[in-house]
């Protein structure tokens, strides 16, 4: 993470990048889903969260001395709470992501260059240089047809949709300055990656929009 921050200051000064939003795109912790990643963790699910937060809310204000800093998340299945056994979807407004969302909020509530922002749909929104952008989390089976559905769904056009979830980078054209894209994670390689054989870099993505033509540069962030 500390290498994220030092790689995106510098991409900041090379484009002359004063204001940057940042997105979160989930599953920040582990244990929840299979009970054979308790054995795993170095800590338990709730004291995981909230050092994460505290983390990340410290992290978010580093960067914040650099660029005013936008700042938004959704909440990933791995976080989810299923309880009671019960299955996927169950409970799902049961999620750690919310204490990270209001320990964020409350650390940095007095800082002029960090704002946060959470919509009712529960997902990322922002229009940025003139092009609607959302995010997801990124369960979805194909990219290309949940961006034509999430503009019906909500009746906006969406020009840039953005998902993590497969833990890999991923870009598509799929129409006239639209893109779907997948960013990677920032873990990398574990134990149930390379159980399924599929692997890719620990990284995230910097991405820069213009007017008038959106995309016109990413940077792939490679992390040791």
Same mark, same amino acid.
């Given at each position: 993470?500390?290498?994220?921050?030092?790689?995106?200051?510098?991409?900041?000064?090379? /484009?002359?990048?004063?204001?940057?939003?940042?997105?979160?795109?989930?599953? #920040?912790?582990?244990?929840?889903?299979?009970?054979?990643?308790? #054995?795993?963790?170095? %800590?338990?699910?709730?004291?995981?969260?909230?050092? %994460?937060?505290?983390?990340?809310?410290?992290?978010?204000?580093?960067?914040? /001395?650099?660029?005013?800093?936008? #700042?938004?998340?959704?909440?990933?299945?791995?976080? !989810?709470?299923?309880?009671?056994? +019960?299955?996927?979807?169950?409970?799902?407004?049961?999620?750690?992501?919310?204490?990270?969302?209001?320990?964020?909020?409350? +650390?940095?509530?007095?800082?002029?260059?960090?704002?946060?922002?959470?919509?009712?749909?529960?997902?990322?929104?922002?229009?940025?240089?003139?092009?609607?952008?959302?995010?997801?989390?990124? !369960?979805?089976?194909?990219?290309?047809?949940?961006?034509?559905?999430?503009?019906?769904? %909500?009746?906006?056009?969406?020009?840039?949709?953005?998902?993590?979830?497969?833990?890999?980078?991923?870009? /598509?054209?799929?129409?006239?300055?639209?893109?779907?894209?997948?960013?990677?994670?920032?873990?990398?390689?574990?134990?149930?990656?390379?159980?399924?054989?599929?692997?890719?870099?620990?990284?995230?993505?910097?991405?820069?929009? /213009?007017?008038?033509?959106?995309?016109? +540069?990413? %940077?792939?962030?490679?992390?040791?």
């Amino acid at each position: 993470m500390w290498d994220l921050l030092n790689q995106t200051i510098e991409i900041c000064k090379k /484009e002359n990048v004063s204001k940057l939003n940042v997105f979160n795109m989930g599953d #920040f912790s582990d244990g929840i889903l299979r009970v054979s990643q308790l #054995f795993k963790l170095r %800590y338990g699910v709730i004291e995981g969260t909230v050092l %994460y937060a505290n983390f990340i809310a410290n992290w978010l204000n580093k960067l914040s /001395e650099y660029v005013v800093v936008d #700042f938004q998340m959704v909440n990933g299945n791995h976080t !989810e709470l299923r309880m009671l056994g +019960q299955p996927k979807s169950a409970f799902k407004n049961e999620n750690t992501g919310i204490v990270v969302y209001d320990i964020i909020k409350n +650390q940095l509530k007095n800082n002029p260059n960090f704002n946060i922002s959470k919509n009712p749909t529960g997902l990322i929104f922002a229009n940025l240089c003139g092009f609607n952008v959302l995010g997801i989390h990124g !369960e979805v089976k194909n990219m290309e047809k949940a961006i034509k559905d999430f503009s019906k769904t %909500y009746n906006t056009n969406i020009d840039i949709l953005i998902a993590g979830h497969l833990h890999h980078s991923k870009c /598509e054209t799929v129409g006239i300055n639209s893109e779907v894209i997948n960013v990677p994670s920032i873990i990398g390689v574990d134990d149930f990656s390379m159980s399924l054989n599929k692997t890719s870099n620990a990284g995230a993505t910097f991405l820069i929009l /213009e007017e008038g033509k959106g995309k016109v +540069q990413e %940077y792939n962030i490679k992390l040791n």
